[in-house]
């Protein structure tokens, strides 16, 4: 096999500085979730760990999660497929196309058995033979399974390819689903979103380049340092959900205030993501920040649910949101401990279930 150029034979190549090389590493270490103790490891890494291979699909989907990639800020998309992987086919980014673009698959496939990484976005169809989404000739659904079943790991982009997404939506008529069962013994990372956050994405992908591993993943597959914390949690209109202070209505005065958008329908406390710390168009807002509620969209079925801007049903054994925003009227100490011992409910109840699979 030939030998593959590493991140920093990349940046000699190019004739950038090493200040650059220390930097763009800096910064994956943060992208990572990894504390500073953990720089000099991925220096070590970038430095003598070939650029791994990775081969990009997509099933039945719209492509927003590529799109959102390529928006990916830090680092930049284009510094990540130029100098920090070997992107060998990707649907959407690759120039080539037709037969010899699929005999590269196919060769990418066989020199790099094992080694490379699948990145897959879409669902597959599952119905008549999955004919209704082909891909290079074939259905999407062979190319999947012979795919994932050579690679060293699969990371599902977005919430189609983690549960069928839009397209698995009642009644379902192609068979959409999810795409971790069709991947063997390879080990799925999950990367729910619709689409996932651009950082995320290029996140996840960087550390199972550089750490030749998994990243640690919840209960449902997903990697702790994106989907540890409810948007709920680090939500800045938190105070005013703790205090019992609602918008109404879009156009209202709590509105204007920015009051919490749970009464029009946010999906924030069920919600698991990253959006409220990293945000979105590097740093810059996302959704709640600009008035929207939380849809929910890294939640499987969040397209099935009640309409988007209905309340949500009430959740917990302890009350509704009234009834906090009661006890908060009478005492804001009570009220604060009634959704704490709520949050701390729903924690244990999690916990409890990573436990078990564990
Ligand atoms: S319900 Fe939504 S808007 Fe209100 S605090 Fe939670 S996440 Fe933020
Ligand atoms: S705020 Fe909610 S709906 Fe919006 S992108 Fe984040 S997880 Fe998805």
């Not at 090389?21 to 103790?37: I, N, P």
């Not at 209704?132 to 977005?158: D, R, W």
């Not at 969209?297 to 009234?322: I, K, Q």
């Amino acid at each position: 096999m030939d030998k593959r150029e590493s991140m920093w034979d990349v940046y000699l190549r190019k004739g950038m500085s090493r200040r650059s090389f220390v930097k763009s590493c800096v910064a994956l270490t943060s992208l990572m979730g990894l504390s500073t103790d953990h720089v000099s490891k991925v220096v070590e890494a970038a430095e003598k760990k070939p650029l791994p291979v990775v081969v990009w699909i997509h099933g039945h989907e719209c492509t927003g999660c590529d799109e959102s990639f390529i928006r990916s800020g830090a680092p930049l998309a284009s510094d990540l497929v130029l100098s920090q992987i070997a992107l060998e086919y990707d649907h959407l980014l690759s120039a080539a196309s037709g037969e010899p673009f699929e005999a590269h698959l196919e060769e990418t496939i066989k020199k790099y058995k094992g080694q490379y990484i699948l990145c897959v976005e879409g669902a597959v169809c599952t119905k008549d033979n999955g004919v209704y989404c082909m891909s290079g000739g074939k259905p999407f659904i062979e190319t999947l399974q012979h795919a994932a079943h050579n690679a060293a790991a699969v990371i599902a982009y977005g919430t189609c390819a983690v549960s069928g997404g839009i397209q698995a939506a009642k009644p379902n008529p192609t068979g959409s689903a999810g795409i971790a069962h069709f991947a063997g013994k390879t080990p799925v990372i999950n990367v729910p979103g619709c689409p996932p956050i651009p950082e995320v994405m290029t996140g996840v992908v960087m550390h199972v380049a550089l750490f030749g591993t998994v990243p640690p993943l919840d209960n449902e597959g997903r990697p702790k340092q994106f989907y540890g914390n409810r948007i709920h949690d680090t939500c800045y209109r938190r105070p005013f959900f703790d205090a019992g202070m609602f918008a109404e209505r879009f156009d209202d005065a709590g509105a204007k205030a920015g009051w919490c958008l749970y009464k029009l329908g946010c999906r924030g406390p069920e919600t698991y993501n990253s959006c409220g710390n990293l945000r979105w168009f590097q740093g810059m807002s996302y959704p709640i920040q600009s008035g929207a509620p939380c849809i929910g969209c890294s939640n499987a079925h969040f397209w099935e649910e009640d309409p988007m801007t209905t309340r949500m049903p009430e959740y917990g054994p302890l009350g509704n949101v009234d009834k906090i925003g009661a006890a908060m009227a009478v005492g804001t100490a009570a009220g604060v401990a009634v959704h704490g011992a709520m949050s701390v409910i729903q924690k244990q109840k999690r916990e409890a279930e990573e436990h078990e699979k564990e």
